[in-house]
Structures are given as structure tokens and as C-alpha cells.
């Protein structure tokens, strides 16, 4: 399995005067799910196209340090062979149809072919890709007659069948409803459980803090942390980074109530847990007063 | 190929009555296809166009001498209709055989086949896509429409009013499609389309023992023709 290590990452737009990613470096280790937050133009976008060899390869721009996949130096290697190691979900369904093809079934088939795999093989991934996403029954629908949830399903589903070893999902919800985010979250979490390693940027605090194994909080272009979720929302300083933490971290923030190794709870369960076994201790005092 | 065929056997014939079997021969092709109807707009405008070559060349071809019949002050000639008659048959012919191509096979399919013999996958795509992200932009271009016209612009009326409308309605077409386009590069390169292995393709190419004979057939026909005419010409 690939693991991927960035070595002081440095990246400028061309025609920029701000560097988009300042000093970046870290590992991410086989299998891991990786969450990806900070505000608005803060490089996660970037990060994400320059583990993804996007950055230099397809955008030009001053370019420095290394990011490494599996020993191989992204910046060496096209886009067109990278793209078999690590595949890269964006933000718009729309425009990753590829518009040449007349179904979904097609549609999926796509990468495959450009990939030169032999047409059995070719079936047998598109059929397990759609199974996992969960689009089968689409499968001869028109791909620009889709809903958003489903077209971004099929946009998954696409990059799955090439069998990448990572995975980078750069907001892959933000431009749907509800139901679509939770189809779409419901499908990363399986490919998660597969062992695929996943990167994601996402603005919905709580999903990410259900999901993640570990956290990269950005801000301006730097790496302020990389750390497990309860570490990285129970940073005090996280509202100078355009953060919010779920919301049930901000409860427990203002309750005073922290959890066993220190840090503010960021998921229902622990909340709910955390809050009953006060309650109850709470109750004991007001028992003890009662028998006083 | 059909097309080919279609067009050189009549040219070296240099006769009629083969543009006008290859008509026939076209409509039986479409009408066993169920399509005939789809060709009739086209015919209807193009029929405009020849009606006037009709016109024009009877009444004023430069090798007119026979007056054939006349209506009002215009004359028309013998020679001037029979040369517009020989563009007409032509022009039906290449349009009906084109037809048959288009409208009978879906242009993804062509393409593949296309791709297949060796043609760039790059103007491969080009080709087809043009046929579905053309609907797409169409659709935003309704959109921008509806947008401003509720911000209160006014897109209907004289002429001038739909001139001042045009640039505020095209430009946000077309700084949206720059923008899909970057985005759907990015989209293709990462879903190896620059990959210079050898592709593959999901559809099975289908290459019944008909398919075959019909090619052998239209050849012979080429080659006829082609033996014919030198005979002609050495004469």
C-alpha cells in the first residue's frame, strides 16, 4: 500500500504573490483517513492537487520540496500514470462527466479504457465499482440526467474502478443536499473500511470528526497541526483559523466537560456517554444532599 | 464508406441515373432504418436553397437556347434547367448518404470505430463530446437568461433591444464554460486520457459476415465505376 510523505511542499499560482502551500510536511501512513479543514483559500484545494500530481504537473507556478507516494516523486511522474496510484474526486459532479460517453456504465469505463485493461477484467471492476457506490440500478441512464449525489456517486464509482491506492475527495459534498452528502459519505466510509488510504477536504465539522483517523487543520498556505480529531478540535486557538469545532465539542467546551485523556469529546456517543456518567454522578451528590 | 461510394460512383459515371439510384437506394436505407422523417427539415431547408439554384440557372445559365416554357415575363430554358437538375440530384445525394451515416449510427459508436482504426482519441473526444456539452451550455445559457431577465433586463422586443441584451447574456456563458473546461481537464487527465498505453474499449466491436460483404460490394462498385470511366477516356 502507498504511503505518502511530503517534504517541505512549497507552491505559488503563477502570476501569485502569496505562496498557496507554505513548508508543508508531513506522513500519511497506509490506509489512513485523513481529514482536511481551514478556511476558505487557506490550501487545502492545493494540497490536495499536489499530492494528486496535479501541482506541478498540470499547473505551472514555482514549485518546491517533494511529496512522495509509495518512493515515487509525484513531480516525475505524468499525471496519466499517477493516476493509476492516486485518484482525486472534486467539488463539481458536473464537470467531471466526461460528456463522451452515453451511460453510466460507459461513463465508468472510461478511465479504464485509457488505462488499457482488457474489456473482461474491464467489466468486472466497473460492475464491483457501481455494487460499492451503490449506482447499479443507473446503469444505463443518461450520466448528465443524474442528481447531484448520484452523478458525484458515479464520479467516485469511476475512480474506483482504476483501483487507486489513495483516495483524495476535494469537497466532494459541498454542492449537494443532505441526502446526497450522506450517500456520498456513506460510500467513503465503505471504500475507508477496504483499506484504501482516503484523503478529504470537507467543510461539515461533524462528519469529519466521525470519520477521520487523523486531522490537517491549514491556515494561510502553513501546516498549523496534524493530529487525531479530539486533539485537533479541542485546540483552544481553533476560531483564529476559521474553524468551528462540531457541535458537540462547542457544548462540551462551554459545559467544562472533558473526556479521560484530556480532550473535548466530537462525537454523539462519547458526548451522550460523557453527559450520562456525570448526570448520574451528579445524581449521587443530590442523593447524598436528599439524605442530609 | 457508403458515402464514398455513394458520391464517386456517380461522379465518374458522370450519368444521372446513378446519382438518382443512389437516392433511391439512400431512401430505402432510411426508410428501413425508421428514420426518414428526421431528414426531412434538413431536405425542407436545403430544398430552399435549390429551388433558387433551379431558378436561377433556368433563367440564366450562360448556354441557354431552348425556351422550355415561360411564366409571366420569365423564361425559362432547356439547358439552365437540366444543369440545376444535375447540381439538385448531387446535392440530395451527398445529403441523403450523409444521412444515412448520421442518423443511423450513434455518433459515440462512429467515433469508437474511428478510434479504433487509428484516428486520435483526442479529436475522438472532441467529436463527441461536442454532442452532449453543447446541450449542456444551452441549458446554462436558459438559465443566465432567466437570471437576468429577473434582475430586470429586457430580452425580448425590436432588434435593438435584443442587440444591448446579447453581451450581458453571452459573456457569463462563456467565462462558465472557460471555467467547466479547466475543471473537466483536470477531470479527464486524471482519469488517464493523455496515457499513452494502448486503450481498450468496453463495447465489443461487432463485425457480422454482412458487414464484410456490403464492404467488398461498395468497393466493387468504386472500382466498376473507376474501370469505366478510363475506358471513356481512352476512347
Redesign the interface.
Known amino acids: 500500500m502507498a504511503k505518502i510523505v511530503i517534504e517541505n511542499l512549497k507552491y505559488k499560482y503563477p502570476g501569485m504573490n502569496k505562496l498557496a502551500l507554505n513548508d508543508i510536511s508531513f506522513t500519511i501512513e497506509p490506509g489512513e483517513f485523513i481529514g482536511i479543514i481551514g478556511r476558505n483559500e487557506s490550501g487545502k484545494s492545493s494540497l490536495c492537487q499536489a499530492i494528486a500530481g496535479l501541482i506541478p504537473n498540470f499547473y505551472k507556478g514555482a514549485y518546491g520540496g517533494r511529496v512522495f507516494i509509495d518512493n515515487m516523486e509525484v513531480k516525475k511522474v505524468a499525471v496519466e500514470d499517477l493516476c493509476e496510484t492516486v485518484g482525486i474526486v472534486f467539488q463539481n459532479p458536473f464537470n467531471q462527466v466526461t460528456g463522451s460517453k452515453l451511460t453510466v456504465y460507459e461513463e465508468i469505463s472510461f478511465g479504464l479504457e485509457n488505462m488499457g485493461i482488457p474489456r473482461e477484467d474491464m467489466i468486472k471492476r466497473i460492475d464491483d465499482a457501481m455494487e460499492l457506490l451503490d449506482i447499479s440500478k443507473y446503469r444505463d441512464r443518461y450520466p448528465f440526467d443524474l442528481s447531484g449525489g448520484q452523478m458525484q456517486r458515479m464520479a467516485i464509482a469511476s475512480i474506483i474502478a482504476m483501483k487507486p491506492e489513495v483516495i483524495l475527495l476535494d469537497e466532494p459534498t459541498s454542492q449537494l443536499d443532505p441526502q446526497g452528502r450522506e450517500e456520498v459519505f456513506q460510500a467513503v466510509q465503505k471504500l475507508s473500511k477496504q483499506g484504501i488510504t482516503i484523503i478529504m477536504v470537507e467543510h461539515n465539522m461533524e462528519k469529519i470528526a466521525a470519520y477521520s483517523d487523523r486531522v490537517v487543520l491549514l491556515d494561510d498556505g502553513k501546516l498549523i497541526d496534524i493530529d487525531i480529531p479530539q486533539k485537533i478540535f479541542s485546540r483552544d486557538d481553533l476560531g483564529e483559523y476559521g474553524v468551528e469545532a462540531p457541535v458537540y465539542t462547542q457544548i462540551c467546551r462551554k459545559l467544562g466537560i472533558k473526556n479521560k485523556s484530556g480532550y473535548y469529546p466530537i462525537a454523539l456517543e462519547e458526548t451522550k456517554n460523557l453527559l450520562n456518567s456525570i448526570s448520574k454522578s451528579m445524581g449521587k451528590v443530590i442523593d447524598q444532599k436528599g439524605e442530609m | 464508406m457508403y458515402i464514398i461510394t455513394a458520391i464517386i460512383v456517380p461522379v465518374l459515371l458522370g450519368k444521372r441515373w446513378a446519382g438518382i439510384g443512389f437516392i433511391i437506394l439512400s431512401i430505402i436505407l432510411l426508410l428501413s432504418g425508421k428514420v426518414l422523417k428526421k431528414t426531412l427539415p434538413l431536405l425542407g431547408v436545403s430544398s430552399f436553397v435549390l429551388l433558387t439554384v433551379l431558378i436561377i440557372q433556368g433563367l440564366f445559365w450562360s448556354g441557354n437556347t431552348t425556351p422550355l416554357f415561360n411564366i409571366g415575363p420569365a423564361v425559362f430554358y432547356k439547358e439552365g434547367l437540366n444543369f440545376a437538375f444535375g447540381i439538385l440530384v448531387n446535392v440530395i445525394n451527398i445529403l441523403l448518404s450523409f444521412c444515412v451515416l448520421i442518423l443511423t449510427t ?1 455518433p ?1 459508436d462512429m467515433i469508437e470505430n474511428f478510434v479504433r482504426k487509428g484516428f486520435s ?1 483526442r479529436f ?2 472532441v467529436f ?2 461536442v454532442f ?2 453543447i446541450p ?1 451550455m444551452t441549458e446554462t445559457m436558459s438559465t443566465i437568461t432567466d437570471a437576468q431577465r429577473s434582475r430586470g433586463m429586457e430580452t425580448e422586443g425590436k432588434l435593438w433591444v435584443r442587440i444591448k441584451a446579447f453581451i450581458p447574456l453571452i459573456s457569463p456563458v462563456i467565462m462558465s464554460s472557460l471555467i ?1 473546461t479547466k ?22 466491436q461487432v463485425k457480422t459476415g454482412a458487414d464484410i460483404y456490403i464492404q467488398i460490394a461498395l468497393l466493387l462498385c468504386i472500382i466498376a465505376a473507376l474501370i469505366w470511366r478510363i475506358i471513356i477516356w481512352l476512347k
Open positions: 450513434k459515440s482519441p475522438g473526444y463527441i463530446s452532449q456539452i449542456q467547466n475543471e473537466r481537464a483536470l477531470a479527464l487527465e486524471v482519469r488517464g486520457f493523455n496515457s499513452k498505453k494502448k486503450r481498450t474499449f468496453l463495447n465489443e
